[in-house]
């Protein structure tokens, strides 16, 4: 029996590429189970692949087969890998840190090097600019139909020389602790940190209590306010903020029915840096 084939790409869908790479998938095994992750990642934004990688893999059946591609390096040396994660999905991308979320957070089992001699697309040998369709599209296809095993694809190698972005890891500094702004909830404006819920419960902080939340860039603080730690959004007033753990069990911060991101122009990445702290407790006399 196939496994189910999953795509995504910074391809959009205003054009022809997304159906290209289903078509191959298609005449590879005509019976296979093709499904989007997502085709609005944002241009070369490797990072942006990586963490909806992460989001969304776990959920999937063991063998499932995913293909990412936002390949700013494509037709370069850039390697090309295909790897089954320890949660038993395999992906298909081009080796420039598509996979760091997964490492990180998932860890990988086994990793092959994609050579394209024999794992391309008959008749694209002269095409240099869409490897989504001629080779990963199409190695995916084929390891999803059971036309190949992981292990046809090229020799192993070491999953500790994956590409990895640069990250910020979550720690416990005194009283708070402290991460990164990974990626935003897009359609809703929350933002996800990288803190996971272990580390933010040796706070000692429970449901309904307060937290005090600083975000910051490079620069200067962007923000600073105490704000309730709440299972879901509806445990607080339209407009108010609050700290809640998301979807993939990090801590993330939001507004009941608004947009945190643009209410206070608060962006990610790097030099987005978030600190949460049990907040002092106020007696009044």
């Not at 369709?133 to 994956?162: F, H, K, N, S």
């Not at 009283?175 to 996800?192: M, Q």
């Not at 962007?222 to 990090?250: C, K």
Request: charged share 20%; aromatic share 10%.
């Amino acid at each position: 029996m196939s496994e189910a084939l999953v795509f995504q790409s910074d391809f959009g869908i205003s054009d022809g590429a997304v159906s290209a790479m289903y078509g191959v998938a298609f005449k590879v095994e005509p019976a296979l189970r093709v499904f989007d992750l997502t085709h609005d990642i944002p241009q070369y934004d490797v990072w942006e692949a990586s963490y909806r990688l992460v989001q969304t893999l776990q959920y999937w059946p063991v063998g499932t087969v995913f293909v990412s591609v936002v390949d700013p390096g494509v037709g370069t040396s850039r390697r090309s890998v295909a790897v089954r994660t320890r949660t038993g999905q395999i992906v298909v991308t081009p080796d420039n840190g598509t996979l760091t979320h997964v490492k990180l957070m998932l860890g990988v089992a086994e990793a092959r090097e994609l050579r394209e001699e024999g794992n391309r697309l008959s008749g694209s040998e002269l095409s240099y600019t869409f490897h989504g369709r001629d080779v990963y599209a199409y190695t995916g296809a084929r390891l999803a139909a059971g036309r190949v095993a992981l292990a046809d694809l090229g020799p192993a190698i070491d999953p500790g020389t994956i590409v990895e972005l640069p990250h910020v890891p979550a720690a416990r500094d005194g009283d708070a602790v402290t991460g990164a702004i990974d990626v935003l909830d897009v359609r809703f404006g929350s933002l996800w940190s990288n803190i996971p819920h272990g580390l933010f419960e040796g706070l000692g902080v429970p449901y309904g209590g307060r937290v005090e939340v600083s975000i910051r860039n490079d620069t200067r603080e962007l923000y600073r306010n105490t704000m309730a730690y709440a299972r879901s959004f509806a445990e607080v007033n339209v407009g108010e903020p609050l700290v809640y753990i998301n979807s993939i069990l990090n801590l993330a911060v939001a507004i009941n029915q608004g947009s945190f991101a643009r209410a206070y122009n608060i962006g990610t990445g790097l030099s987005w840096k978030i600190a949460v702290r049990k907040a002092p407790r106020v007696v009044y006399e």
